[in-house]
């Protein structure tokens, strides 16, 4: 049996279906103990009353490997089967270390596509040295 559903209503299903794919993979890191999500929302998470009774403090949260962010856990509630957390971020996560020193040249962040020679053009111009 198929059924048509309208456009807006796949869409739904589609993004559902997604955040859900994702909270599978979320956990949260404390020391050398690593536990499951079950539910995560902004500003929050839930895990499973078997693991949630000894989280406090600071947590890593990752999306499978990536470390997604470093927070604080500010209160926890019974929810039925789960453990609720309010968390608060502390540190953004960064894509990579911090540069201690000025590049030389400008990297850009992107570049649109067909514009890249144009503006690794006018990027090189803009730096060149100048004669007097």
Not at 12 to 41: F, I, M, N, Q, S
Request: proline share 7%; hydrophobic share 45%.
């Amino acid at each position: 049996m198929q059924v048509d559903l309208p456009d807006e209503i796949a869409r739904a299903l589609v993004r559902k279906a997604d955040r859900a794919r994702a909270a599978r993979r979320l956990r949260v890191e404390t020391g050398d103990a690593w536990y499951p999500v079950r539910r995560h929302w902004r500003g929050g998470f839930a895990l499973s009353r078997a693991h949630g009774n000894r989280l406090r403090g600071y947590v890593d949260l990752y999306e499978g490997p990536r470390h997604v962010m470093r927070c604080l856990i500010l209160a926890a509630r019974d929810a039925g089967e789960e453990i609720e957390f309010e968390v608060q971020e502390v540190n953004p996560v960064a894509a990579g270390p911090a540069a201690d020193h000025v590049r030389a040249v400008p990297q850009p962040a992107g570049l649109l596509p067909g514009v890249g020679q144009r503006a690794a053009a006018l990027l090189r111009r803009a730096t060149a040295p100048r004669a007097r």
